[in-house]
T-cell receptor
């Protein structure tokens, strides 16, 4: 089973460039999340989605955009990359029931120089 | 606002018992999760509490007191492989994580 798949695993961006982090899940989960994790820190929620066509801001949404056109895919768009966006990005998904665990992708390590 | 606090770092000896605390103040509560994260890897699920009390899963137990906004993760018979970060997360209408506790286990 693939679970949650993120691409790319690593990326170096120059200041001002844009990119899309891809996330796809094959578990038919309603909920999908994007987090960022700075070194030695916990996870900060960027955006989340409760189903196709529905997205909402998390704790740190500035500088990012998302879309959810299908149940499977939840891409994260960075426009005008800044050094402050250097981080590890995790995508996660979970089923609709509140007592079900979230499954995480393997992460994307992004460096903005 | 949402506030979930954990100690930043803890150390313990192999074979010992360690308790990692988590306090939370959130707008809404639908359960509390604990995740384990080894360095360079993704978080993996450990436990879930929604009612007050203790949930036991082998060497790991998790406790919740909703009235106090408090949870702890208890790790028994510590092994070297338990060296990792432990993340407390509260489900409101979304999953919010705490700051994480880095545990180092020494021989």
């Amino acid at each position: 089973n693939a679970g949650v798949t993120q691409t790319p695993k690593f990326r170096i961006l120059k200041i001002g460039q844009s990119m899309t982090l891809q996330c796809t899940q094959d578990m038919n989960h309603n909920y999908m999340y994007w987090y960022r994790q700075d070194p030695g820190m916990g996870l900060k929620l960027i955006y989340y989605s409760v189903g196709a066509g529905i997205t909402d801001k998390g704790e740190v949404p500035n500088g990012y955009n998302v879309s959810r056109s299908t149940t499977e895919d939840f891409p994260l768009r960075l426009e005008l990359a800044a050094p402050s966006q250097t981080s590890v990005y995790f995508c996660a998904s979970s089923a609709l029931r509140v007592d079900t665990e979230a499954f995480f992708g393997q992460g994307t390590r992004l460096t903005v120089v | 606002g949402q506030n979930i606090d954990q100690p930043t770092e803890m150390t313990a000896t192999e074979g010992a018992i360690v308790q990692i605390n988590c306090t939370y103040q959130t707008s809404g509560f639908n359960g509390l999760f604990w995740y384990q994260q080894h360095a360079g890897e993704a978080p993996t699920f450990l436990s879930y509490n929604v009612l007050d009390g203790l949930e036991e899963k082998g060497r790991f137990s998790s406790f919740l007191s909703r009235s106090k906004g408090y949870s702890y993760l208890l790790l028994k018979e510590l092994q070297m492989k338990d060296s990792a970060s432990y993340l407390c997360a509260v489900y409101t209408d979304k999953l919010i994580f705490g700051t994480g506790t880095r545990l180092q286990v020494f021989p």
